[in-house]
């Protein structure tokens, strides 16, 4: 059974910055490496919003309202998947998800998620 496992979840200053990290375990390096790793965030009483992603192939893909702020990367051989946020805002505080998933058969799998507060 796969499990994603998010961390690095916190409460920091407006203009601040964390690192957020997604392990995978139930899962070869391998197999990892054909999965695309997306986060998304939700906050109370609002739908999940996507935030990044990055592919299979590395290519990576950004929501409008954290381009040039988040930068996602991956390991495959850690099995690992991190966004590095910087210059946060308040309106970055939400619960944040890791999503993986393999588009040629509809295999996905959802973290728990970590939360990010932004508050001065």
């Known amino acids: 059974q796969v499990q994603l496992v998010e961390s690095g979840g916190g409460l920091v200053q407006p203009g601040g910055s964390l690192r957020l990290s997604c392990v995978a375990s139930g899962i070869s390096p391998i197999s990892f490496g054909t999965y695309s790793i997306e986060w998304y965030r939700q906050t109370p009483g609002k739908e999940r919003e996507w935030v990044a992603e990055?592919?299979?192939?590395?290519?990576?893909n950004y929501a409008n309202s954290v381009k040039g702020r988040f930068t996602i990367a991956r390991d495959n051989a850690q099995k690992m998947v991190r966004l590095q946020m910087n210059n946060l805002k308040l309106e970055d505080t939400a619960v944040y998800y890791c999503h993986a998933v393999r588009r040629t058969n509809n295999s996905n799998y959802w973290g728990q998620g970590t939360q990010v507060t932004v508050s001065s």
């Open positions: 990055i592919t299979y192939d590395n290519n990576k």
